[in-house]
């Protein structure tokens, strides 16, 4: 990276690391609580069922807060740093799309881990770094930060499609395909209409009037494709992922304030 962009380019690349560190405690947090609760439930008689329906919570609470904080990357970059920072705004919506298809890789594979065929992690893994090694080579001398950010993604994207299609053959679990893109698709649209908004010189009420809006539009699309069961589950898991997310909040500052001790 440091031949391709310079000490300015890798700062935006840092600070929307940082902002997009919120989503990746909160996927850590979900796996600590769904990977024993999974793993407890493999004889379960719905147990694929469950699955399914473990892969939809995460990605309607991750994408949920994702598109909160991409939404709204301006604003929290203008509290926390200074302008200079701003051009991290273009940033922050891939990093957080990379943490969101990490987390739900995991949860697609616990089929593999199942079967016991983990030869097939392997495999993904070799795929993903491939591709990433790859469009780290082109993307990255192309475009600087933005397209070490988009290899990154990319690599993620292309183990989370292995696992999802090695899933099918070794443990078979309907993960709604059409839902899971659905998603990701609508995410993706909030993500540019969210970048248009910042770039247009609006008064800064009309901007905050227009991302709420934004974002209200999102959840609300969000909560409609979720069945009635499913939102049961989700705000029974909800509150127990809340739980662990605040737990390493608290122990992160803990550490931080001992650390400068």
Known sequence: L?????????????????????????????RMAWDPFALSAVHHPNARKI?????????????????????????????????????????????????????????????????????????ALIIAAGLNLLDNLTLTAQYGVTGAALSELIGFLSGFIALYIISYYVFPVPWNLSNVLTHFFAFTVVVFISLFISQQDLYWVWELISKLALYGGFVYFEVRTLEESDRHIIQQMSRKSLELFKNLVKNKRFGQRAGKK
Do not use: C
Not at 9 to 22: D, E, R, T
Not at 103 to 116: D, E, P, Q, R, Y
């Open 51 to 123: 699955y399914a329906t473990g892969l939809q919570y995460f990605l309607a609470v991750t994408l949920f807060v994702g598109a909160g904080i991409t939404i709204f990357a301006k604003e929290i970059l203008s509290v926390f740093t200074t302008s200079a920072y701003l051009p991290a705004v273009s940033l922050v919506g891939i990093l957080v799309a990379r943490h969101i298809l990490q987390g739900a890789s995991n949860i697609v594979g616990i089929s593999i881990a199942i079967s016991k065929k983990t030869i097939f992690t392997s495999i």
């Open 2 to 30: 440091n031949l391709y962009a310079d000490v300015e380019q890798v700062g935006f690349l840092s600070a929307a690391n940082k902002i997009a560190q919120v989503l990746a405690m909160l996927a850590y947090a979900f």
